[in-house]
């Protein structure tokens, strides 16, 4: 079983939809969340990070950390056509301290 | 503020021959990491180097190997290399250990 398991997709929706996308992981450690959008041919960008459980918000994106449960979610609001690409969850901390851990990536199509 | 740079952006290789690829981390960041995205699946953690030191591997093989110099580039050799090593090479710097910035990557063909 891997570390960290994200929903595959892929995931089209229209545009001005919201999206969740969504990881769960294992490791009790990890205290970092993060999230990263990848374009085709590009490399990963961070979109945000969250330290422990909580939410965070950052414009039409909010992550949602549920340590309890092993669960983090990224919500886009009003989502458009330019937030097509792949989204990345990924984790880090305790004994990973200093390497990141990456779900798979879910593909987003948001069409207009 | 330059970014993560990465060289070469593609690089075509025979099985059985070495590979160099190299990067450049944003300027005042010491750790650099290396990943491999095999088409369709996931970032693999290869190596982190902080300070010039190896601090961390992933479960590759050891024909898999890097270094970091006094400037915090850093170099990532495949030796003897495979079909399967056809992948996007990502490289990231981070300051904090967490949250990286990411090159465009190297696009390593084996033929």
């Known amino acids: 079983q891997k570390e960290v398991e994200q929903d595959p997709g892929p995931l089209s929706v229209p545009e001005g939809a919201i999206v969740s996308l969504n990881c769960t992981y294992s490791?009790?450690?990890?205290?970092?969340f993060m999230w990263y959008r990848q374009y085709s041919r590009k490399g990963p960008e961070l979109l945000m990070y969250?330290?422990?459980?909580g939410n965070k918000e950052d414009g039409r994106f909010t992550a949602q950390v549920d340590k309890s449960s092993k669960y983090i979610s990224l919500f886009i609001r009003d989502s458009q056509p330019s937030d097509s690409a792949t989204y990345l969850c990924a984790m880090s901390g305790g004994t990973n301290a200093g390497k990141s851990t990456f779900g798979d990536g879910t593909t987003l199509t948001v069409k207009p | 503020e330059a970014g993560v740079t990465q060289s070469p952006t593609h690089l075509i290789k025979t099985r059985g021959q070495q590979a160099t690829l190299r990067c450049s981390p944003i300027s005042g960041h010491t750790s650099v990491y290396w990943y491999q995205q095999a088409l369709g699946l996931g970032l693999q953690f290869l190596l982190w180097?902080?300070?010039?030191?190896?601090?961390n591997r992933g479960n590759f093989p050891p024909r898999f190997s890097g270094r970091q110099f006094p400037n915090y580039s850093s170099e990532l050799n495949v030796n003897a290399l495979e079909l399967e090593d056809s992948a996007l090479y990502l490289c990231?710097?981070?300051?904090?250990?967490?949250?990286?910035?990411f090159g465009s990557g190297t696009r390593l063909t084996v033929v």
């Open positions: 990231a710097s981070s300051i904090q250990g967490f949250g990286y910035t």
């Open positions: 490791n009790s450690a990890f205290q970092y």
């Open positions: 969250t330290y422990s459980s």
């Open positions: 180097y902080d300070e010039g030191e190896e601090r």
